[in-house]
């Protein structure tokens, strides 16, 4: 058997007496990795330095990854459908890993164009598959239970970041003796070894999710689950839709602009958040925030995110999926006034408003997918969803021009107040406002866009594939406490070196 048989869909199917529980740390091993994306600043400030050049100039790297991964899950997500979560997931890994060697090159030769093509294009088109490789086989496993399902996978791109941002600036402190972490800067060597250390150690980790990885056999449904359930939920259709017809139909747009609204609202305060809470609490040429506080608003704000992925998305198997983006913006709405008008008052006040804002971002992020399962099935929902993730790629840029576009004709930065925020806050109610209707509008997809012959209930099993049994030898019993060490420990520990930075705030 050939090792790339191994990949092979038919290689995966599961026996009767896998344990689900597996699936989820399967797929947080790929996105705890991925999430490093959101972990760029921690070596930012040193890339400006090795190369000479612009702060501008080394953000396109991340731009690039961030532009990639919308357009690589668009193009590739059928293929994740077709072939396998396992196949995919290895794609992604190799992808990833790949895009830090040639970055890491680029790096030691000074040459910012192969860090573009490494981590820009290579690592941007890993992003892409290793965010939607995991969410069908998800969906598939958890029916009962989609949100709560998809949320444990997604919190983990949240969270990625808290655990890549305190390792890295352990490495570089460990490859560079002079590494000043109050400055950031690090020798070019030191990132270039960084670089290499992290493309290995997230291609192991990845590698290991991909083995775990399995779809469940044919005919198979969790104890006590009827697929006929779902006739009597709102927007749930008993249907599937491919995705060819899924982006034909009113429902797949709506949605794309309810994700475009939320996304644009949330990253633009990202992006800006520690220079924004220094200013909303600035008089004169002082602020009572210091640069170190402010970056541990970063890392609160990181946890709410990460928390608000698997919180509000598993509440939305209660609510249902229409309600909770309804929460998604319409108190969103409300949080943004909030923050313009009486977010200066107090320092707890403006981290608790911009925190809840920054959940439903992350929640809406863990949703979508089980809402998409909702409306068009479960057939190709992988590759519904990598094309409704072009509108991260559209928001990810509008949200930050957005704001800094109003910001520069409010003043420069470094003088800006309270004040001077509040017409992109209202600009950003009026975002959401957008959503809001979008939302409003969806309703049940049309029977003349599902595929004849493929019911809810086939598809429960629609792996439709059995297996031959020639796979690697499977997960037993023993690996899903293992399972969930490997993937939980790095994750408690970046929430406790998270909240330690944070607790200057206060």
């Known amino acids: 058997m050939a090792i790339t048989d191994v990949l092979d869909r038919e290689r995966t199917v599961a026996t009767h007496k896998f344990n689900r529980w597996l699936i989820p ?51 590739f997500g059928t293929w994740v459908d077709t072939g396998g979560p396992r196949r995919a997931m290895a794609a992604a890994a190799a992808c990833w890993s790949a895009g830090f060697l040639v970055g890491a090159l680029g790096i030691a030769t000074t040459q910012l164009w192969l860090v573009y093509l490494g981590y820009g294009v290579i690592g941007g088109i ?23 399902a998809t949320g444990l996978a997604i919190m983990g791109f949240g969270g990625g970041a808290m655990i890549a941002s305190p390792l890295s600036a352990k490495l570089l402190g460990i490859y560079d003796p002079n590494f000043d972490s109050s400055t950031a800067i690090a020798s070019g060597d030191a990132v270039a070894k960084l670089f290499v250390t992290l493309g290995l150690l997230y291609l192991v980790v990845m590698l290991f999710g991909a083995w775990l990885v399995r779809v469940p056999p044919e005919g198979w449904k969790p104890e006590g689950y009827d697929p006929h359930d779902v006739e009597v939920k709102d927007l749930v259709t008993t249907g ?63 946890l709410f995110n990460m928390a608000g992925r698997f919180a509000w998305s598993s509440t939305s198997d209660i609510v249902g999926r229409k309600n909770i983006y309804m929460l998604y913006l319409g108190a969103g709405m409300g949080l943004y006034l909030l923050l313009a008008f009486v977010g200066g008052s107090t320092t707890l006040v403006f981290v608790l408003i911009a925190g809840l804002i920054i959940s439903f971002y992350g929640g809406g992020f863990a949703t979508v997918p089980a809402y998409l399962r909702d409306l068009f099935g479960t057939f190709q929902v992988g590759a519904i969803h990598g094309r409704l993730l072009t509108a991260w790629s559209a928001a990810g840029v509008a949200g930050p021009l957005i704001i800094n576009g109003i910001l520069d004709t409010q003043g420069e930065p470094g003088t800006l107040t309270a004040d001077n925020y509040t017409p992109a806050l209202i600009t950003m109610v009026c ?76």
């Open 431 to 506: 975002v959401l406002a957008v959503g809001f209707v979008a939302n409003l509008l969806i309703r049940p997809v049309a029977e003349r866009f599902h595929e004849a012959g493929r019911s809810q209930e086939a598809a429960a099993g629609a792996s439709a594939d059995t297996g031959d049994g020639r796979d690697l030898p499977g997960p037993g019993a023993v690996w899903l406490p293992i399972a969930w060490v490997i993937v939980g420990v790095p994750l408690l520990y970046g929430v406790y070196k998270t909240v330690v930075v944070a607790v200057e705030l206060f």
């Open 25 to 75: 740390p399967a797929a947080l091993a790929v996105h705890l990795c991925i999430g490093q994306a959101y972990a760029t600043s921690v070596y930012k400030s040193s890339l400006v330095e090795h190369f000479d050049t612009s702060l501008t100039a080394i953000g396109i790297i991340f731009s690039i990854a961030i532009v990639m991964l919308g357009l690589s899950a668009a193009v």
């Open 126 to 148: 890993g992003l892409g598959l290793g965010y939607i490789s995991p969410v069908s086989t998800l969906i598939k496993w958890f029916p009962d239970r989609p949100g709560l």
């Open 240 to 302: 599937n839709v491919s995705a060819n017809n899924a982006i034909k139909t009113p429902q797949f747009w709506l949605l794309w602009t309810v994700l475009f609204c939320n996304v644009t609202a949330g990253i633009g305060l990202l992006e800006q958040a520690a220079p924004m809470i220094q200013d909303f609490f600035r008089t004169g040429d002082s602020t009572t925030v210091a640069a170190a506080a402010a970056a541990g608003f970063v890392g609160v704000l990181s």
